[in-house]
Every structure is written in structure tokens, then in C-alpha cells.
């Protein structure tokens, strides 16, 4: 008996690898559609069912994607919302690497560029010449 149903398990993998072939599958755009699905339940949840065809309609469009032939139009996708999602999360990105070297350095703004720059603390009174545009200030580090 336990010997037929492994046999049953490996036969179902095996048909659904078959079946996915040529598809696009699951991706990271995918996965937040999901997480938006589940948030967007737990929603209708609390507005009593207000919010079910937006739901179903998301869910299908999950489906849609994931069983997709079209696998270069569903990765075009993906890269767009990955690119979203690098513009979106860079800053914050920043500002924690930032956070983490405050003892070590410390961090100017040029005057004339808005770029960043930072300078090793403890060095005093410092001339700081931008890398991106040739402007020179004075600061103190």
C-alpha cells in the first residue's frame, strides 16, 4: 500500500514537471501578487465580502501568469517590477548603509551637485572635493 502511493506521488511530480514545461511558472512578481491576494482577503474579510471579485479577478490573473506559454512577455513583466520594486527599496537600501558606517564616517552633501560624499571622521577641518563634479567646500569631519 505505501509502496503504490509513493509510485502515485512520483507519477503526479512527473506528469505536473511535464505539464509546467514551456510555461513560465512561479516568479517574484507572482509572489507579490500573491501577498497582495492574501491582504487584499484578509480586506474583504473585515468589509464583508466587498472586496471578492477584485480577489477572484487577482487569483486568476496569478494562474494566467504562472501557466503562461508566452514565457518572454511574463519575464518583460517581472523585469519591470523588479526595477520598481530596485527604485523603490534603493533609498531605503541607502539610508541603512549609511546607518551602518556613521561611526567610521561622516557624510556631505555637495553644494553644487546634491551628490553624496563621505570623509573618514576624526580628520578635523577638511577641504572636500566632489568626484562627479570638481567642486571643492570645506567641512568638518
Same mark, same amino acid.
Given at each position: ?28 512578481? %507572482? ?8 491582504? /487584499?482577503?484578509?480586506?474583504?474579510? &473585515? *468589509?464583508?465580502? $466587498? ?26 513583466? %517581472? ?8 527604485? /523603490?527599496?534603493?533609498?531605503?537600501? &541607502? *539610508?541603512?548603509? $549609511? ?43
Amino acid at each position: 500500500m505505501k509502496e503504490r502511493f509513493s509510485q502515485f506521488l512520483y507519477n503526479a511530480r512527473q506528469n505536473t514537471a511535464r505539464f509546467m514545461t514551456g510555461r513560465n511558472g512561479n516568479d517574484q512578481f %507572482n509572489v507579490f501578487l500573491m501577498i497582495c491576494s492574501l491582504l /487584499l482577503i484578509l480586506l474583504s474579510a &473585515l *468589509l464583508k465580502g $466587498r472586496l471578492f471579485l477584485l480577489v477572484i479577478a487577482l487569483l486568476a490573473y496569478i494562474y494566467f501568469r504562472m501557466l503562461s506559454r508566452n514565457v518572454y512577455k511574463r519575464q518583460e513583466e %517581472n523585469g519591470r517590477y523588479l526595477r520598481l520594486k530596485y527604485k /523603490l527599496t534603493s533609498r531605503f537600501r &541607502l *539610508l541603512g548603509e $549609511r546607518w551602518k558606517q556613521r561611526r567610521d564616517f561622516k557624510f556631505f552633501v555637495c553644494p553644487s551637485c546634491r551628490a553624496t560624499l563621505r570623509v573618514p571622521k576624526g580628520c578635523g577641518k577638511i577641504k572636500i572635493v566632489c568626484r562627479k563634479c570638481g567642486t571643492s567646500f570645506t567641512g568638518k569631519s
